[in-house]
């Protein structure tokens, strides 16, 4: 079998120590698998504009596959330029309770949240009108509610889980009911998978009273990014996040995706060893699972989860190792995971 072709977008701060660790895990993994850098360091989009864009557009729609590290934001957010270029539409975040992470909430959270990534008010910047007063366009569209609408009732399906949409269809009966009522007929082709709705405000206060009644939780863009940090905080660390972008054929079947930690670059520790390559290492296992190689990914989740149970863990989440340390540590729990 010829090797797995994957982008990688290398970034700043912490970036390179999380590369280094994934590459260290992916050495240790039965699969073959060929990584292709492209340079997104703040320095190198300084020198060379747009026509870097232009390159790592192409890269990614030449393997449909990427892993992105942290990049720092200055005249442009990379992940917003990506965004719009390669057309993401659904962005997909786990967050889920890891033993031996102390947190106020004592609840286990297994949530997955899975967010229409263009639209709402993020793709407008606003206008004053007048002195005292501005104005923001909130856009929905139906084609990412469907391509969102879908990912989660497949992912759903596959998984046995349920599905609840989210949004203010009550108050904002255009926008929110164009979503709820695209959600709605995606469904009827998934009898098999439970679907609710509930409005966003309530659904909050449900997670938190019951988090255990909520596995995939589908929303609008601005809802999603909101909902991704309460749950994050809720889990104790919001450095421990990943996630997964998507784009989408024309028939529906994914056609770019990346994956990415969810925290920053991190200068203030970038190049001591001190940084936690969690969220990366759960982004690589997300990547792994994309490929059809859950086992894989299944494994290396299962190895750092007992590690960090075990104390074994980084400086920011209770324990003393640094990055290199940790990472070794993971890799010597794999055996006990992989496939036999």
């Known amino acids: 079998m010829p090797a797995t072709k994957i982008t990688e977008l290398r970034g700043d701060g912490i970036g390179d120590e999380l590369r280094a660790a994934v590459h260290s895990i992916a050495d240790t993994l039965p699969i073959d698998l060929s990584f292709e850098p492209m340079d997104l360091s703040l320095p190198n989009r300084r020198e060379k504009g747009t026509g870097l864009y232009d390159d790592v557009e192409a890269a990614m729609r030449k393997t449909r596959l990427a892993i992105k590290y942290p990049t720092v934001t200055e005249t442009e957010s990379p992940n917003a330029v990506l965004r719009s270029r390669l057309q993401f539409s659904v962005i997909h975040r786990p967050v889920i309770s890891i033993q031996g992470i102390s947190s106020h909430f004592k609840e286990d959270i297994f949530l997955n949240i899975i967010r ?95 988090p255990r009644d909520f596995e995939i939780v589908l929303c609008l863009n601005e809802y999603g990014d909101f909902l991704s940090d309460m749950a994050c905080g809720l889990v104790g660390s919001l450095g421990t996040g990943s996630s997964g972008t998507y784009s989408f054929a024309p028939g529906g079947e994914v056609d770019v995706a990346m994956f990415d930690p969810a925290g920053g670059t991190a200068p203030d520790i970038a190049g001591m060893d001190k940084c936690n390559p969690t969220a990366a290492l759960l982004a690589f296992g997300m990547l792994l699972d994309h490929i059809d190689r859950y086992d894989l990914g299944h494994a290396l989740r299962l190895s750092l989860l007992d590690a960090i149970a075990c104390g074994q863990s980084t400086g920011d989440i209770g324990g003393s190792m640094g990055t290199t340390e940790f990472t070794a540590e993971v890799i010597s729990r794999l055996p006990e995971h992989l496939p036999r």
């Not at 009108?129 to 366009?137: C, E, K, P, T, Y």
């Not at 909130?138 to 609840?164: D, N, S």
């Not at 469904?187 to 659904?203: C, I, K, M, N, W």
């Open 116 to 210: 229409i990534a263009t639209g709402g008010t993020y793709d407008d910047p606003g206008r004053l009108i007048g002195q005292d007063a501005a104005v923001s366009l909130r856009i929905v569209e139906r084609k990412p509610c469907i391509e969102a609408a879908r990912f989660a009732f497949e992912y759903a399906r596959k998984r046995k889980l349920t599905v609840t949409s989210s949004s203010k269809h009550t108050i904002q009966r255009v926008t929110d009911g164009l979503f709820e009522s695209t959600v709605k007929a995606v469904s009827q082709s998934y009898p098999e998978v439970s679907h609710r709705v509930e409005l966003f405000d309530a659904l909050l206060a449900k997670i938190i009273l019951n």
